[in-house]
Structure formats: C-alpha cells, structure tokens
C-alpha cells in the first residue's frame, strides 16, 4: 500500500514523519500526472502546490480551520488529501470530482469559487463573522496566486483586512510568477522586488504582517512560516515561491503556460491524444490578424488570457496591439472605452462568464458613451467540464438590456469571420459577438437572406418557424429534418445579429402556425423571450416557444451531456414541436394565405 492511499483523512497527514511526508508529496505528484494526463485539467498549478498543500494540512486542522481556495483551480492536492482520491478517475466529468472546490462533494470544500481573486473576500467575512461571535478557536486562511491578486477584488479586500489589525487572518501568496502566461504590471515587478528582498513591502505598508519570501517547495520551511503567522496573530501574508508544473518535464517545459489546463495527453510524451479541429477560438484568431493587417487602429484586450482567447497569432504578428491586463476585467473594459475616445477600436477578447463582472463598465462606460468597442465572447453557451461557474449561459440575458448594444451570435466560421468584419466596422455605438467552446464545424451557407436574416431551410408548408441562434444552428437543421420527416413544413432562420431584435423575424412569425427559437442561454431574458416580445409588440399572434437552458446552476460534465441535460436534443424538441402543432387549431388566416409560400415569397 503506498501511503498516499492510507490518507483517507487530513488528520492522518499529522501522524507522518517529516520524510514520510516528502515520499507523499512525491506520490502525489505521480498521482496527478497519471490521473489529469487521462482526463485533462489543471495539471500545472495542481503540480506547483504539492507540498504547500500537505504544508497547510499539517499545520491547520480542515475543516475547522478553514482554506479558502482563490480560483480553485489549484485545489486538486486539497481534494486528494480530503478523501477524493477515487473520484479522480473521472475528474470533471459527469459524476466524478469537479474540477474546482465544491460544497456538495466535501465539508473541506467552503467556496466553490473558479471566479478569481473573491478568497480575501470570503476569508474577511469569515474573520469578521469569529470576531462578531467572539470565537478564538478557529483560523482563516486564504491561498490566492500572483495572478489572481491582480484583480481589483483581492486590494478591495487587503483594503479591508488591513483595517481590522486584531482579525486573524493568514494570506498565503502563492506566487509562481504566472497567470497563464507570465503574470503582468506593476504587482508582478513588486513581487519580483520582494522575492529579490528588494526594498519594503507593499503589504507591510498597508498595516499586514508579512512573511516570506518562503521556498513552497521546502516543506518544513512552509509549516515554520505558516506557524509563526498563526502565532503573530492579525492579519498575515506569508509569500511563498513555487514553480507552477514542477516536477514534470511537459509541463515545467510547456513556456506557453507550464501546463495550466491539459488536454488528455500521453504522460509520456505530453501530445494531446486527440488532434483539436478548428476551433470558434482559432477562427476568431486569424480572422483578427486579417482585420488587424488592413486597420492599424485595432487593438485586443485580454484578461491574462491571451492565448485561451485566440489572441496569440495576433500577439505574434503584431506584439504591442494585444494587452494583457491581468485579471481585471472591469479595468479591461473601462480602459477599452478610453482607447476607444483616444482614436483606437479595441476588441475586448473575453470568456463569456467572466464579462458578467464587468457589466456596469459596459452599461455605463462603453455603451452610455456610445463608444465603439467590439467584445468577442468566447465560452459562450455550455462549456461543460468546468461546471456551474464556467457556463456563459447568462450573456444574451444580461447583455440585451445594454442600450445600443448590438450582439451577433455566429453559427460558423464564416459567419464569424463576416460578423467580426461588420463588428469592427460599426462605429455608431459597441458590438458584441459570442460562440461557444469547440470545434467550428463545417461551414453551414444560407440558401437566402430575408432582410437580414439567412434562411437556412425551407420546406412545405409553413408550419414551423424556427429561429436558430449561433452554433445551435446545426440543432435547429437536424430538428428541421425530424419534423420534415413526419410531413410538416418548416423553415429554419438565423438572424446573425440577435440584439436588437430584426423587426422582420416578426413578419417571419406571422407567416407560421408556429415558431420557435433555439439556444445556448438561459431561457429567462434569452434571445427568445425577447423575441416573443417582439412578436407581441407587432400583434403577432403565432404562438412562439423559447429552448434554452433552464434557470439553474448546472453540474459538469460534456457539453453534449449538459445540454442533453436542459432538453437541447434533437429528439426532445422535435417531439415537443410535433406536439404542440398537433394541439393548434387549423392554420391561422394570415397563415393559411400564404400556406404556399415558396422562398421566393420570403424575400431576399
Ligand atoms: C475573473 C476571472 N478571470 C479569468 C479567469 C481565468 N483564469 C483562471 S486561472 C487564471 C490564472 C490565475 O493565476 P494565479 O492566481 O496566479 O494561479 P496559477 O494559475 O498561477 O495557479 C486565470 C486568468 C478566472 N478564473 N476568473
Ligand atoms: C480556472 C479557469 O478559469 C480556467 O483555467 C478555465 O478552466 C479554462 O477553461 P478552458 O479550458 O475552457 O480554457
Ligand atoms: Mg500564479
């Protein structure tokens, strides 16, 4: 029995010999790389905090001390040493161990974060709540990166720790000197001061004990530091220096991002098993560099993202057109309405669930201003694997209450190379394009243009309308194929642009019995119901049902699996139109006339 499998517990942890516990930190890491090399994950940063892991399980007794994971990705060697060890066979997928901290999975687990720099926050909280009930008995520490602690959040919250010096608190910083890529700005310079014990600290100027700069590999070296912060009493940071991928040659050699998120791979040879087709990412990517070459005004904006966005062939041809803000989304899209003023068209290249911080900034700064600014949305819709909190479910609910905001939804990657196109062009106010994770597929042409709109299909009688919004379009043709088959016209559309809503999807609507729409959002405030409303608005009196995700947070797993999971399959919304066309009443007169209707009819 090796003696990683004898920890079921992090108790069990406190009974081992200083060596005992570098032999587990050394299980651990084979442990890692075999199990995330067969599933994918966030191999790198899971490596780099092995032994401040079993640092910080020694010398605090979880859960009644409480760790609070900064992002979460990194907390894999938390679950392994808190009794998950078996669920990593099937790590973030349906069933198996998430990818990131979970309340459902384990009492260890006390935020399920993945949205960074929030732990300073969390761990305020719980400070404050031991101080209000007068409990002693209980630590609070909170493990964020470098990257993360380049959010805004994270200094609201020193801003904040720093004016309760009789709170207990311990920080752990661990940094690697990595967001993805290299960790950016002003902290990243001051980082590197301290760990070069360069002049004083920015955190001992604010009021904060500080410790460190630690080695985070030197295991004893981290229980002393984490004792002494304990014993110091008030708020603490203690600066702990790890390598991010230690320990493995793919990824301490992966320059890229040593290995932050893998793909399945050979642990051998570090190849993904599967060759990754064209992505909406890779298309997005190129297409930018086209635009890019023919107007010297176009820059990208990335949240220490560069290269998950589809931005590194851009940042390869032309280096100084792609900034990297660090995790600060908010700033991201503030500054891009202040470049815009200064003469510049920034598209601000962006994971869809991470906008949703910066929503004021794009209400107020960018759209009240009527600035031209283009955000591409990647990670659109269902992303699947990482969870609740990596869906971008919630974009065309939030974003169509923007004024003046025009949203696309490309279904391929021509789509997305022309919307990006007239997305850069619109100077009149800001644009929005969102697509999913995943490959782009075969390229889906319109077979007419109906006012703006690509008529994609049509066939029979008009029966069905349905309106497919991006990448559900190839959903939208197979339902089209399963209604045809039982003898039911059908015509199947994509606006493109989805916000505003095209007037002439109402002229559409009211030639059907019935019309639906189809995507990759929460049904409450989608591109559906605004729709519906539209066709209210124009006395339409199609009835008009709306397929999305419901209003719930939803588990991983594939993205086919999620989204069969929320009724986004063929089978379920072609059963579900057959039905609700068999309990209409005959056709409506205005349907019925026009019941003959070819494409011609509909216009170019
Ligand atoms: C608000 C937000 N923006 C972007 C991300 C994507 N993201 C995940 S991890 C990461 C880098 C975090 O760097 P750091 O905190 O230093 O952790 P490390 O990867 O070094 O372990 C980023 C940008 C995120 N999780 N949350
Ligand atoms: C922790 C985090 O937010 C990212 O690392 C995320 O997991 C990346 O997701 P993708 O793999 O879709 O780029
Ligand atoms: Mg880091």
Known sequence: MTLLETVRDPARLRELTAGELRDLAGEIRAFLIERVSATGGHLGPNLGVVELTVALHTVFESPRDRLVWDTGHQSYVHKILTGRQAGFGRLRKAGGVSGYP?????????VENSHASTALSYADGLARADAHLGRRDRATVAIIGDGAMTGGMAWEALNNIAGGPERPLVIV????????APTVGGLAEHLADLRAGRGPGVFEQLGLGYLGPVD??????VQDSLRHAVALGGPVVVHVITAKGKGYRHTETNDLDLGHAVKPMDPHTGQALKASPP????????KLVEL???RDDLVAITAAMTEPTGLLPLRRRFPHRVIDVG???QHAVTMAAGLSMGG????VAIYSTFLNRALDQLLMDVALHRRPVTFVLDR????GDDGPSHNGMWDLSVLQVVPGLRIAAPRDGARLAELLAEAVAWRQGPTLLRFPKGPVGEDLPAIATFNGIDVLLRSGPLDVLIISVGALAGLALTVAEGVRAQGIGVTVVDPRWVAPVNPALADLGRRHRLAITVEDNSRAGGVGSAIAQALRDADVPTPLREFGIPRRFLGHGSRAEVLAACGLTSQNITRVVVELLAGLDAAPASASASASAGIDDLGT
């Open 102 to 110: 979970s309340r459902e999975e384990s009492e260890h687990d006390l």
């Open 173 to 180: 910083l661990n940094d690697n000197q990595r967001s993805y």
């Open 216 to 221: 985070g590999h030197d295991l004893p070296a």
């Open 279 to 286: 992505s909406f990412t890779s298309v997005f990517g190129e």
């Open 292 to 294: 890019a070459e023919r």
């Open 327 to 329: 995790i600060a989304e």
């Open 344 to 347: 510049v068209h920034p598209v």
């Open 380 to 383: 659109s819709g269902v992303t």
